[in-house]
């Protein structure tokens, strides 16, 4: 029965030290079942010799400390469903946050340009054109493979070409001005590394995670790319948020300020640009 499967997973995932074995154990029995995971609790139907295999590979996936995205393929953000896998991070809800500021500082704008830098599977990107209607978003990647997951992205998004996929560094590739430059910047320290669970540290592309001053870079590069008055929104680490508020006001940003994430940790720093 599926709950005797779910038991049962919770027991070796537990066993294991993965983090919520519990929440793991449904939502991987749900998915091979083919089962809301509400449905779980009221189904009694036998789970099949194939099912049990497939659960088995699945499990011995999660055993390894793979992320449980990637293991499914696909992650929910926002109103959309991404395609995720080892070619850019797995879209978070902190990011969510980050979305929820963009599209405040673009609510009385008809058709405002918006610049995100490093799209990565496009969650970001993709999200503020799926929920703005008139927003034209240039999303640019240095990375070839996160462009190519967020193309397929795209396609499953529905967001009639006003998302544009520019393989570039920065500004190098964009033409300004922009009304929003938004990012999420790699801010994990390289002696940070070994600190992070083993779902990060050893699965998600390190050229997203980890760099010494990108967020300075992407702070002084929308100084450039700006409007006046526009609006940059960063992601940053919990707990370096008053080091970003601190370096916007430094180079010249007005009203400088720290939104936390669902978590009430310091995670988006934001800033508008006096020109």
């Not at 990637?70 to 978070?92: H, S, T």
């Not at 809800?93 to 609510?107: D, H």
């Not at 405002?112 to 703005?132: Q, T």
Request: net charge negative; proline share 6%; glycine share 8%.
């Amino acid at each position: 029965m599926p709950l005797d499967a779910v038991h049962e997973v919770e027991g070796r995932l537990s066993a294991a030290g993965v983090p919520s074995p519990r929440v793991d154990a449904e939502i991987l029995v749900a998915d091979v079942l083919g089962l809301a995971r509400s449905e779980l609790y009221s189904s009694g139907r036998p789970v099949t010799a194939f099912e049990t295999e497939r659960l088995d590979e699945l499990v011995g996936r999660r055993l390894r400390r793979e992320p449980l995205a990637y293991i499914l393929g696909e992650w929910g953000f926002r109103r959309l469903l991404l395609k995720v896998d080892d070619r850019a991070l797995i879209p978070r809800p902190e990011t969510e946050v980050v979305v929820e500021r963009c599209l405040a500082f673009l609510g009385g704008l008809t058709e405002p340009r918006v610049l995100d830098v490093g799209v990565g599977s496009g969650a970001i990107a993709l999200a503020i054109a799926d929920e703005h209607d008139g927003a034209q978003v240039v999303a640019v990647d240095s990375s070839e493979q996160a462009l190519s997951l967020a193309r397929e992205n795209q396609a499953r998004a529905g967001v009639n070409g006003r998302v544009r996929l520019v393989r570039g560094d920065l500004l190098s590739e964009v033409e300004s001005p922009f009304d929003l430059v938004v990012s999420n910047p790699p801010y994990v320290e390289p002696e940070e590394l070994e600190t992070l669970q083993p779902e990060v540290r050893d699965w998600e592309p390190h050229v997203a995670l980890v760099a010494k001053g990108a967020t300075e870079a992407v702070a002084r590069a929308a100084t450039e790319a700006l409007r006046p008055g526009g609006w940059l929104v960063l992601e940053t680490s919990a707990t370096k948020g008053e080091r970003v508020e601190q370096l916007l006001a430094e180079l010249g940003y007005e009203q400088v300020t720290i939104t936390p994430d669902l978590a009430g940790r310091d995670r988006v720093v934001e800033g508008r640009w006096r020109g």
